[in-house]
């Protein structure tokens, strides 16, 4: 059962640490010349594309975006079914020689943005994967790293970062939330 702890993030604030994520994006990468980003669903989908949307506005240029379905790349893999049907990303655009950014919207043990990497690189072989979070949480139990962090907040095993965003909620902001 999860209970209501605090709001960490409302809607101004994740309008903010978007943008700023984007103009970070484009100042590391020297402009958007071969950059694509590649949102992790769910709730790294929609961030993904206000990210883009964003540099669009900031370079006046659309970056190639879309997402991938990381599920057959999870190392729990077999946790999930005995006999898993791989399959591979359904990218538009070849990934080859490109800078990737990975878009997610919690940054915990790191196993999906590791997962993520898997999926991206079974599309081709990028010059760069870098990784951007909304908020990173900490508790990492691998050695993988944000390169762009909207916020970081110190949590305990025990709470939960909720960010809730259309399409898949009706209101726009971070929580944390008890686990009890």
């Not at 538009?92 to 800078?99: A, C, E, N, P, R």
């Not at 999926?119 to 691998?142: M, N, S, T, W, Y």
Request: net charge neutral.
């Amino acid at each position: 059962m999860l209970s209501f702890k605090a709001e960490l993030m409302d809607e101004t604030a994740m309008r903010r640490a978007l943008m700023r994520i984007s103009h970070e994006i484009v100042e590391k990468n020297k402009g958007v010349e071969a950059l694509c980003l590649v949102g992790i669903r769910r709730r790294g989908e929609p961030l993904a594309h206000i990210i883009c949307g964003n540099i669009e506005k900031i370079e006046g240029v659309r970056v190639p975006c879309e997402s991938v379905d990381i599920k057959y790349y999870r190392d729990d893999l077999t946790l999930m079914n005995e006999s898993p049907i791989w399959r591979k990303p359904d990218l538009s655009f070849d990934v080859t020689g490109k800078s990737v950014v990975l878009v997610d919207d919690v940054l915990y043990t790191g196993r999906t943005a590791r997962a993520a990497m898997e999926a991206v690189i079974a599309c081709g072989r990028p010059k760069v994967i870098q990784l951007a979070v909304l908020v990173d949480r900490g508790h990492r139990e691998l050695p993988i790293r944000a390169d762009f962090v909207g916020k970081n907040v110190p949590t305990s095993r025990n709470e939960l970062v909720e960010v809730q965003i259309p399409p898949f909620d009706g209101t726009t902001r971070v929580c944390l939330m008890d686990i009890n």
